[in-house]
Structure formats: C-alpha cells, structure tokens
C-alpha cells in the first residue's frame, strides 16, 4: 500500500488543530527568562480556567516577585498583592464573594518568608481557594539572593559561599508544614520542566479548582517546584537536570495531602 | 427619628456599620478598640445582614483582607489603635496607590511605640501627612461624639467611593470608649452583586460581559507612573476643593481662637465658656475633616483674630497646618499634653493667657 | 493501518531559544535556528518535518507559549 502523500501544509489547518496557546494567556511576551517554568505554569492555569469554564468567575491574586506581572499574562479578572499578602487578599475576596473561583500565584519569597503568617494562617483557617506556589529556590527578580527555599550549600547572591545552616538557617518545607494543618484539603507538590510532568502539575491544578467549586472545606495547595536558570547560572536545559537531580530528592514530588488526609508514604 | 440607644463610641461604630450595610470587617484587637470587633462578633451581622466579619492574624492581613474585597467591590473596614494602624500603614499605601474604598478606624492611644493605652491625639502626622510611602493622601475625618463615630461610617464610605480612596476616621480613646446617647440610622440593605457591578466597574468582580480589570498599584514605566500620580494628585485638589467640613463655636466676634479636633475640641468648648467668663472674645473652630484641612476658614478669620491656640493631645502636630495657613501674619500657638493625660479646661484657659494674650 | 502525522508552527518572534521543546521532542523534530529572531534569540526550528507525531509535547512545556500544534490521521 502507497502512502497518502500528504504535506505539511495539509496538515496545518484548523480542523486538525491539537494544541495553541489558549486566549487566556495574553500576547504579551512573558517577562521571565528563556526556559523558566512560570510561563508554562501560568498557561496551565488559565488552561484550566478556559476548559473549566469559570473565565467569568475567576479572580487571581499575582505576588511581588519574578510573578508580580502575572496580571499583564493572564488574561482574567486579576488583582496585586503587597509583598506576602496575597492570601489576605484571597481571605478577602473568598469571604465576600463565595461563589468566586480564587487563585494566589506566589514563589518562594513572598510565601514562605514576608508571608507566612498569611500563608499558615490562610491554610488554618480552611480558606476555600488555591495557592499555586512557584517554589525555585531563590530570589529570581532581585537578582538570585537565597530564598527560604534555597537549598543547604546552595550558591546564591547572598550565600555566595553556598548556604550554610548553621549560620544562615535551614530550607523551609512549607508545603509539607501547611499539609498538617487541619485546614489544608489538598496538598501536593509537582513540576512543570517535561511534558507529563505538564500534564500531571495541570491535572492537579483542575482537582483543586473542582475541590473549591464542590466546596470541599479546606484550602488547595500545589506547590510546583521550578528553575531559575538566571539565578542559578546555568543553561534552560542544564538548571532543569540540575533541579532533578538536587531539588526533587530534597523536595519530592507527589501528592502530600488528598481530601483532607495525609497520604502514606510507606 | 432613628433609634436612640446609649452606646461606647466603639460599640457605636460596629452597629453602625451593620446598619449602613458594610460587607465586611476585618480586624485585630488591640486597646482600646477591642470592643468594635467584640460587639461585630456578638451581634451575629452573618445573620442580620449577611455582613463577614472576621479576626485576622495580624492588623497587616487584615488591612490586605480589606484590599481583597475593596479591590472587587465590596464596602469593607477595619479599625485598630496608634501600633496596629502603623502595620496597617503599608496597606493603605497599596489601596491610595490602587485607589481603593475603604474606611478604617484609629482610636488614638499615647505612643510613640507601645505607649500607653490612655487617649492620644498623637497619630495626626500619620494619618494627614501619610504615614505609609509615596506621594499619596487619604480624607480624614475627625469625630468629636459618639454619634459621630455612627454618622461617619457612612459618611466615610460615601467618601471612599466617591472618590476610589482609602477614608480614615481619627478618633481616640476618649470618644471609643465613652457612652453617649446616640440616634441610629435605618439600617439599608447591603449591595447586591448586580449593583456592585454596576456602580464599581472597575472592581475584580469576574471577567463578564467586559474586559479584564486589573487591580495593581505598579507601573514599571516611569512616565506612566507620573501620570497616575498627576491623577492622584488633582483627585486630592478636588477634595480639598469640595469636601472641607468644620464646625464654628462663638467665632463670629472672637479675637482669639482655639482650633481643636475630636475630644480635645469637646473639653476646649467648656474652655471657651471660661474664657468668656473671664472678659476674653474667645472662639473656637473644630476641624471635622483634618485632610483637607479647613485652610480657607482659618484664612479668613486672620484680620479679626489677635492670636490662634491650637490645642491638641500631643506635641503639637495639626499646629503645622494652622501655621501653613496663617502665614506667619498672627501668632500661633500650641498647647497640649501626652502619653495617653488629657487637659482640663481650666488648664487651657491659662495657656490662653500665658501664651497668646499676655505672650 | 491508520497511523498519525504531526505539524507545528513555532512563533518564532516570540521565541526565547531555551531550547526545552528540543528535549521533549520524541522524534527528534525540532532544533535551533542559526540566525537570531528580533529578540536576538536563536530561535527553534523545524528540522525533520516528516518526523512529527502531533504529540505535542513541544508545546506543552514552551514557556512561552510560541508552538502551535496540529495532526492528522493518514491511511498507511
Ligand atoms: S508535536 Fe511532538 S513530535 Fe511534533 S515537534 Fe512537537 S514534540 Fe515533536
Ligand atoms: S520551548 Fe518555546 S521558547 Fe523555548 S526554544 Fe522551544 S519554542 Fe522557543
């Protein structure tokens, strides 16, 4: 049997269309670096959003850092927190208008250290909205300084020498501290550097969405480990191998908290 | 006539939030103030008006909390004392930056840092002159009674969503925490979501029928950012323009004046009664909005005025206003007490003639 | 036996060359560009056309949201 003869342009044609950038992304090109993960998480948000159905009902809440424009890229009702107190603002908004679907976007800085009294406080009282937490290790938009995140021996701006516990304290797991408390309903920790890695961090995303719209009585946490190949020093491809093979055995991926009950992981 | 019921200054305000159809507060307590979010929790507002009130972890969520939910529509406040409003202050920077509604309450005590809990007069600078950074202005309004403190909340949340800015009520210990008679409004329905859309398009309410709105206090671009601020500043001048409000007690033949706000105007009336008694043409003028400042008042009371008493429960902080109004032409003069002691009339009346009339 | 043919058109002016796309390309479609965009970037590029499944993975994991995914079922 002959093969159809078929060409590229053949193929290219909206009838056989499987994947654009959907609308919910603006066409802004991204302030971040070549190869950083907070595009591809911000895309799988509002992709969410779009397939969702809650464009109208949608209300995110963008940090100060990397992400402090995030409302320039996502293309829905958004608003900017001070510096750590965007889950104030999600309190805020969650409490006077129930029916809204609400969303934080924070890296490493702003939630786990200006904002973790609103962090822990928000996840204890059981807020019914969603952090996304883009954790990466460092201070991306000031220049590479060390995050609460930044892991022991770790080089950065300010731990030029690498991060010593002793005298410049331990990273922090908040996502696995949050995960105690009894008002977190859904914890889990994922990445955004391969293709199933992708469509697993989206799918989370979606169950927490689903979780605050069926009112699930807890607040929805994902965190998303990332890179940051500028503050790393390193190329898009090499901080993405460099992340597997030093931040996931510190910061392993998975589910850390399903509907309401820790997961086991023995 | 409304319902007449004698009430806490701070007990005033919640019931008459509940009334004006406030959605939420947010809060934190601190002396002396506490009561407002006490009698809010007590009376149940969820189930009287549908209002949240809720105790946040820190003066600093709860000053965030009212952003979220000023920033998509809702009428929201919070109170605190002198500490707990410098925490607020990088909030209310934000919501002047992102022009946000909102009404939140001072009830002074002596400072500066821990201080004392007793009345203070000494947040003024804080509260006219900034307080938080950049170049930014919220209406203060000052209460003298407890039926101020009731009238206020809504005269504060007209003002705030009037002009998309941040309403500060300056009150005291003295006011918060004593009982007066008080005559409350009706109570009025809170805002439907359909009437929050429409009168607030430009709140995060959900992207519907619209396109996105953006509620953010950063500009990137320098020029963009002068240009808001030219904005914010012409807003200001309008409100200086309409919104003044005082009150004149004997300032038609006087030839001295004393210029007090909130409870320090209360005891420099009984003062001027004193004076009187004792052969002085003495007025009294009561600033009800600190920003904007009566100025045009003052201005205009110079040539028949020998002399001007500021008084004040400080070192003297609203005398720098007087003085900018008066333009050296009489002399100005302050008189006041700190750390949380109040004056006596009669202690105001030997200042009177010590500083102004015989200095 | 039906089997699938893939296309992708890659915006190349909003390319930022990290390259990603290359490492998660199964079939090896994609790589980059000698010349830079306006950006400056060396930007990716189509280099084995016929190899393309319409998987999409390329797309996926583009941060920046450059790569436009098609396919189609062919008879063999
Ligand atoms: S769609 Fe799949 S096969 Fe085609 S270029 Fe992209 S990754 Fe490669
Ligand atoms: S992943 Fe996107 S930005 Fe990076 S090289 Fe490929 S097309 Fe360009």
Redesign the interface.
């Known amino acids: ?1 002959k ?2 003869n ?1 060409t ?1 342009t ?4 909206d009838e ?6 959907t609308d919910l ?1 603006t066409d802004k ?2 302030s ?9 998480a911000h ?1 799988i948000i509002m992709e969410v959003v779009e397939e969702m159905d809650m ?5 995110g ?2 940090p100060v850092g990397c992400s ?2 995030a ?1 320039e890229f996502m ?8 510096h750590g ?1 965007a889950p ?6 969650k ?3 129930p029916d ?1 679907m609400i969303f934080t976007y924070q890296g490493d800085g702003d939630l786990a250290a200006i904002g973790t ?2 962090t822990i ?1 928000a996840c204890n009282r059981g807020e019914n909205f969603l952090i996304v937490f883009i954790n990466n290790g460092i201070y991306g938009m000031t220049g590479g300084q060390m995050a609460p995140t930044t892991l022991p021996g770790m080089k950065s701006s300010t731990s030029p020498y690498g991060r010593d516990v002793k005298l410049m304290g331990n990273p922090l797991k908040i996502t696995e501290l949050v995960a105690e408390l009894p008002g977190t309903y859904y914890v889990t920790r994922q990445a ?4 199933a890695n ?2 697993k961090t989206k799918r989370a995303i979606k169950t927490a969405f689903k979780n605050q719209m069926e009112n699930k009585g807890g607040l929805n946490f994902v965190e998303i480990v990332s890179n940051c190949n500028s503050g790393w020093k390193m ?3 090499d901080a ?1 191998n460099w992340m597997v093979e030093n931040m996931f055995p510190f910061y392993p991926l998975g589910d850390i908290k399903l509907d309401g009950e820790k997961v086991n992981k023995e | 006539m409304g319902e007449l019921r004698l009430m806490k200054g701070n007990e005033a305000i919640g019931e008459a939030a509940i009334r004006a159809g406030v ?2 507060y ?1 809060g934190y307590p601190i002396t002396p103030q506490s009561e407002v979010i006490e009698y809010l929790t007590a009376e149940k507002p969820e189930e009287r008006t549908g209002m ?1 009130v ?1 105790q ?3 003066e ?3 000053i ?9 529509g ?1 009428k ?1 406040m919070t109170s605190s004392s002198s500490p707990g409003i410098s925490l607020k202050m ?2 209310i920077s ?1 919501m002047a930056g ?1 022009e946000l509604p909102c009404v939140v309450l001072n009830v002074v005590r002596g400072g500066p840092g821990l201080g004392t809990i007793q009345p203070s007069q000494a947040d003024y600078f804080q509260a006219v002159k900034g307080g938080g950074h950049g170049d930014y202005k919220m209406i203060v309004l000052a209460p003298a009674s407890v039926q101020e403190m009731a009238d206020f909340v809504q005269t504060g949340f007209d003002l705030a969503f009037k002009y998309k800015t941040p309403v500060m009520l300056l009150s005291d210990g003295v006011i918060g925490q004593m009982m007066e008679k008080v005559e409350l409004n009706d109570a009025v329905p809170r805002w439907t ?1 359909e009437e929050i859309v429409e009168k607030s398009s430009w709140a ?5 029928g619209r396109e ?7 500009d ?1 671009d320098p020029s963009s950012q002068e240009k808001h601020n030219q904005k914010l500043q012409a807003k200001y001048r309008e409100i200086i323009e309409k919104e003044v409000r005082f009150e004149e007690f004997q300032c038609d033949d006087a030839e001295y004046l004393f210029i007090a706000y909130g409870s320090s105007s209360r005891i420099a009336q009984k003062a001027v009664k004193i004076a009187c008694e004792r052969g002085h043409k003495v007025g009294l003028l009561r600033p009800i909005t600190l920003f904007p400042f009566p100025e045009k008042k003052i201005q205009q009371m110079i040539a028949q005025l020998k002399g001007i008493l500021t008084l004040e429960l400080s070192a003297g902080q609203m005398i720098e206003d007087v003085r900018l109004a008066v333009e050296g032409k009489i002399p100005v003069k302050h008189y006041g007490r700190m750390g949380g002691i109040i004056f006596t009339p009669a202690e105001i009346v030997e200042a009177l003639e010590q500083k102004i009339i015989g200095g | 036996m039906a089997k699938v ?3 992708i ?1 890659i915006d190349v002016d ?1 390319c ?5 796309c ?3 390309c199964p079939t090896d479609v994609i790589g980059m560009a000698d010349e830079v965009n306006i ?1 400056g ?1 060396h930007f990716a590029e189509v280099k084995n ?1 016929e190899d393309c499944i ?4 390329c ?14 079922k ?3």
């Open positions: 049997m093969e159809e078929i590229t053949d193929i290219i044609s056989n269309l499987v994947y654009k950038k992304m090109t991204l971040y670096c070549p190869g950083c993960g907070h595009g591809t895309r464009t109208e009902d949608t209300i809440i963008a402090v424009l409302y293309n829905i009702d958004m608003q900017q927190a001070a107190r104030a603002l999600a309190t805020g908004i409490r006077t208008w809204k009294a609103e406080h955004v550097h391969t293709p992708v469509r190329s898009p491809v993405n | 959605d939420a947010f949240v809720l946040a972890e820190s600093i969520a709860a965030n909390m009212v952003y979220g939910a000023a920033g998509s809702k929201v990088e909030g934000y992102a979501e995060t309410t959900g992207k519907k996105r709105n953006i509620i953010t206090s950063l990137l | 043919k893939g296309a058109v909003k930022k060359g990290c390259e990603v290359v490492e998660a950006k970037y056309p319409g998987c999409a993975n797309a996926i994991v583009c941060p920046d949201g450059v790569i436009t995914v098609y396919r189609k062919v008879k063999a």
